[in-house]
């Protein structure tokens, strides 16, 4: 046995074993192999690390970033988004394949898992595309992109237009049980849109993307894997119409689940004042009314889980005309703070909703060996500081990326250190590679 690791005095969070309380843990090997109120071991070969008024969870676990490597390594390395990860404490993602090339064969797949392991942070899975190029035309061959460890599919900024085509993919995919992950926005409605179609995109002349361009591409997807018993997930769901939708999908037993962005979950199209490019966003954000019911469905569960769509650009995309700037948020950086701060410290979810819907229940959905710490699982473990104050300052981002809506917002509530497999990997903002 390797050496052990005793963290001692802190409480700890997991909703999957419905703890929230006084536990020790004792980490070897990489795994968790005790846990109890209380462990008291006097042995050399034992570090006992105290955390006194902290708290413990499992790692955070993204399902939803993008990496932007291979092809735009002046946005994002995979590299420094794992290191932003780690900082943050989120231990698993899963990257996005529509990078430059897009992840459509198995070799890309190899290729990330490699720079993955190179950088030797967090775990990274990658999501492989669900047609050539993210073309929208032909399938990729899913089998050998399984073969190299692809999760889940999608063509993640792309909706599929083409029906038939995507009644294939559901039926195709329903013997590997792998998620089809669909950026839903019909293209036609969206058209050239670049803003919610309220008040402000009227008031400044902006081209509208309707709520309904969103509500109608999950339509369809729903009563497609209706049809064919596919497996459905509704990427960063962004209106109240939408919520409704999944709903009676879920009341009528089609196998849908879906993900909400922390920024559709805490800011509104008011932030577009004074063409604030950092608030340009596909989906984009909407209304007051929209973000209650995007909140409603996470307390009630009709959305299951929150992901970041982590999505660097470098500045130039950003420091431009509104019509012309990248959309996209980088949000890999204070997300467990931002969402501690305005939805856990004001009592709208609680910290066992909060690590339930951003580490259990992400990781089950996809299968990953993550979400939780019980006797056996992978020690990857946040420890948080709920106390901690600090103001957003983009230009320390571990990302590339510093294209925030955030910056200068006050934060209460950090990860301090972050374990993967039972290495520490992050103490204090400082991590070790
Ligand atoms: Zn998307």
Redesign the pocket.
């Known amino acids: 046995m390797g050496k052990r690791i005793l963290l001692k005095g802190a409480i700890l969070v997991d909703p999957s074993q419905e703890i929230n309380d006084y536990r020790d843990l004792l980490i070897a090997d990489g795994k968790i192999i005790d846990i109890a109120p209380s462990l008291e071991i006097y042995e050399d070969d034992v570090e006992v690390i105290d955390l006194e008024e902290k708290v413990i969870i499992p790692g955070m676990v993204d399902l ?1 970033v993008h990496l932007r490597e291979p092809g735009e390594r002046a946005r994002e390395t995979i590299e420094d988004g794992l290191t932003a990860a780690i900082a943050w404490g989120i231990t698993s993602v899963c990257c ?1 394949p529509n990078t430059l090339p897009a992840v459509d064969n198995y070799m890309m797949v190899e290729y990330i898992k490699g720079k993955a392991h190179q950088a030797n942070l967090g775990h990274l899975y990658t999501v492989g595309a669900l047609t050539k190029g993210r073309a929208g035309q032909e399938m990729t061959d899913y089998a050998s992109l399984i073969d190299a460890g692809a999760v889940a599919f999608s063509d ?2 792309n909706y599929v237009d083409n029906g038939l085509l995507m009644w294939n993919i559901f039926k195709y995919l329903v013997p590997f049980r792998k998620l089809v992950v669909s ?1 839903c926005e019909d293209s036609s409605l969206v058209g050239k849109g670049v803003a919610h179609d309220g008040y402000y995109a009227s008031v400044m002349g902006l081209k509208e993307i309707p709520r309904v361009a969103e509500t109608v591409a999950v339509a369809r997807d729903t009563l497609l894997a209706q049809a064919t018993g596919g497996n459905l997930h509704i ?2 769901v962004s209106c109240a119409g939408t919520v409704e939708w999944i709903r009676w999908a879920k009341e009528n037993g089609i196998k849908i689940t879906a993900e909400v962005t922390p920024h559709h979950l805490l800011l509104t199209e008011e932030c577009l004042e004074g063409f604030n490019t950092m608030a340009k966003m ?1 989906p984009p954000l909407r209304s007051e009314s929209d973000r209650q019911a995007l909140l409603e469905g996470i307390r009630t569960g009709v959305i299951d889980i929150i992901a970041t ?1 982590h999505a660097p650009h470098k500045w130039e995309d950003k420091d431009c005309l509104f019509e012309e700037a990248a959309f996209g948020v980088s949000s890999l950086d204070y997300a467990v703070s931002l969402l501690l701060t305005e939805l856990v410290h004001p009592g709208i979810i609680s910290l066992d909703e909060l690590v339930n819907i951003y580490s259990c229940k992400p990781a089950a959905l996809m299968g990953l060996p993550a979400g939780t710490l019980c006797k056996g699982a992978v020690a990857d473990i946040a420890v948080l500081d709920l106390h901690a104050v600090d103001t957003i300052d983009s230009n320390k981002f571990y990302s590339r990326g510093r294209n925030t809506p955030f910056d200068g917002r006050h934060i209460k509530g950090k990860p301090v250190m972050t374990f993967v497999e039972g290495e520490l990997k992050m103490k204090d903002g400082k991590v070790f590679k």
Do not use: E
């Open positions: 939803h996005m993640d900024g950026h990427a960063h596909r769509d």
